[in-house]
């Protein structure tokens, strides 16, 4: 069975049904993605399911990297979920994405600084529509100024 037919099948299980909307959509974009890869000339999704390799696996995923690792780590994990649902229904025995490690993505690291918040406040205070969101981001800068006060000055 391709995996074009095993990602349909899916899609109708209680398996995907059971998920919340959100997830739904995530899932058939990541799965789309994992269908639409071209590995050694071939659609991945034209592929049998009992024929994909963990070689041309793991050359997949290092083609979505080229989206961004996050994505790609993403996708991969979409992509387990169906070899997954595909070895409980016996369509194949082995999954190949189980071998492909994942690379490590790099931490966000975006501080702001007190001007930043300022034009926040500013903006959000400025218009009447958007006058709860700055007063929830007030109070929460607010609070992260007095703990790092706090714990600055040894005060615990």
Not at 33 to 60: R, W
Not at 102 to 121: G, I
Request: charged share 25%; proline share 1%; hydrophobic share 35%.
């Amino acid at each position: 069975m391709k995996l074009n037919q095993i990602a349909d099948e899916y899609y109708l299980s209680h398996d995907f049904k059971e998920l919340r909307d959100e997830t739904k959509v995530h899932y058939r974009y990541c799965l789309g993605a994992v269908l639409a890869t071209h590995v050694d000339g071939v659609e991945i999704g034209e592929v049998d399911g009992t024929k994909l390799s963990t070689k041309q696996s793991k050359m997949a995923y290092d083609q979505w990297c080229d989206r961004g690792i996050s994505t790609a780590n993403h996708i991969l994990a979409t992509a387990r979920i169906l070899y997954n649902y595909a070895l409980r229904m016996e369509h194949c025995f082995i999954n190949p994405f189980t071998a492909v490690r994942r690379r490590a993505t790099q931490p966000r690291k975006v501080v702001w600084r007190r001007e930043d918040v300022k034009k926040l406040l500013d903006a959000a205070y400025s218009d009447f529509s958007t006058r709860n969101i700055g007063l929830i981001a007030h109070m929460a800068y607010g609070v992260s100024e007095w703990v790092t006060c706090v714990y600055s000055h040894g005060m615990q």
